[in-house]
């Protein structure tokens, strides 16, 4: 069975950095493109950064670029999201998802809650 | 960016009654590969979303045939033939033709 569980959300300070991370298992993580999506609380929907099968392309919403990164290593099926210069804005919900557009994601994980608070 | 629309925001339905969800994009989901990306995600109440219909009107493996889903160009809709308990949510449209992709505001439905 496909499992994505993410790691790593919490409460950081406005200008601060924080690392999610996403671990993959019951699929062939080295064949699919992965994705974060974010869900402000109470609100919709973001996409926020997508990532080739082999990290070769990599792609952010303009409202992260520059200031958020997607990674991955298919030798520990695993993804990740370096966020830096945070925002209250960032606030949300950070889902890993499998897939990147076209017919996808099909497949999220449970979620990680990102706070940005003083 | 494709904005992407819904309505309503809100659906009241009664049980065993049907349901139906519109979904407008401001410019056509057909891909270059001659597909067109439509796709909608259900998320429950404290769950992660799922998706349950792509390519328009695909089923996903575990949907009920009482989901289904129509449309073209950028128009489409989500039916449910008849509302169980279980459908209680918030229904999302997501476009997957364009970068960045993008989703509908959401419409949330629950029981009357």
């Known amino acids: 069975e496909v499992q994505l569980v993410e790691s790593g959300g919490g409460l950081v300070q406005p200008g601060g950095s924080l690392r999610l991370s996403c671990a993959a298992s019951g699929f062939t993580f080295s064949g699919y493109w992965m994705s974060w999506v974010r869900q402000p609380p109470g609100k919709g929907l973001e996409w926020v950064a997508n990532i080739k099968e082999d990290g070769s392309e990599k792609y952010h919403v303009d409202s992260v670029n520059g200031r958020f990164t997607v990674s991955r290593d298919n030798a520990k099926n695993s993804l990740y999201l370096q966020m830096n210069s945070l925002r209250a804005e960032d606030t949300a919900v950070y889902y890993c998802?499998?897939?990147?557009?076209?017919?996808?994601?099909?497949?999220w994980g449970q979620g990680t809650l990102v706070t940005v608070s003083s | 960016d494709v904005v992407m629309t819904q309505s309503p925001l809100s659906l009241p339905v009664t049980l065993g009654q049907p349901a139906s969800i519109s979904c407008r994009s401001s410019?056509?989901?057909?891909?270059?590969?001659?597909?067109?990306?439509l796709n909608w995600f259900q998320q429950r109440p404290g769950q992660s979303p799922r998706r349950l219909i792509y390519k328009v009107s695909n089923r996903d493996s575990g949907v009920p045939d009482r989901f289904s889903g129509s449309g073209s160009g950028t128009d489409f809709t989500l039916k449910i033939s008849r509302v169980e308990a279980e459908d209680v949510g918030v229904y999302y449209c997501m476009q997957g033709t364009h970068w960045p992709f993008t989703f509908g505001p959401g419409t949330k439905v629950d029981i009357k």
């Open positions: 410019q056509s989901l057909v891909h270059s590969d001659g597909n067109t990306h």
């Open positions: 998802a499998r897939g990147a557009g076209r017919d996808h994601p099909d497949w």
